[in-house]
């Protein structure tokens, strides 16, 4: 029998909303938050924190997506979406950056140069003679 999942771009793994986690969260499949983590979480492809989600950590990854609550700083490669339910107190860093009508936020915000950024990846700056 072989694996469905033919990238680690296609797995997702699940933090249950009766989760409690506290320390470094690292994964190579996307992860999607119910629970309540508290510590780093990163590098991982995409992270959504979903509704019932408390989250206390810095966050580090290609996408970033949060519907719950997070208290802390989120760095992404490509995109952060703050969705309408969400409660985020922490800075972002992000190539492309959403907050929709209804979230609340209480931090900055710092987009880079969306140039630099291709698949996820900084792309070199050419040298200027």
Same mark, same amino acid.
């Given at each position: ?5 033919? !990238? ?11 989760? #409690? ?32 989600? !408390? ?13 719950? !609550? ?6 992404? !490669? ?35 140069? #969306?140039?630099?950024? #291709? ?11």
């Amino acid at each position: 029998m072989s694996n469905p999942y033919d !990238t680690a771009s296609e797995r997702e793994s699940i933090l249950g909303p009766t989760l #409690r986690f506290k320390g470094d969260l690292s994964a190579e499949e996307n992860l999607v938050i119910q629970g309540h983590v508290e510590g780093t979480i990163g590098p991982v492809p995409r992270v959504t924190v979903g509704g019932t989600a !408390t989250v206390h950590a810095t966050i580090d990854a290609a996408i970033v997506i949060i519907e719950g !609550t997070v208290v802390g700083d989120i760095r992404a !490669t490509s995109s952060v979406i703050v969705r309408e339910t969400a409660k985020l107190s922490g800075n972002i860093s992000a190539p492309a950056v959403s907050i929709l009508d209804g979230a609340e936020f209480n931090g900055q915000v710092s987009m880079g140069d #969306r140039r630099r950024v #291709r698949d996820g990846q900084p792309v070199a700056k050419a040298a200027v003679a």
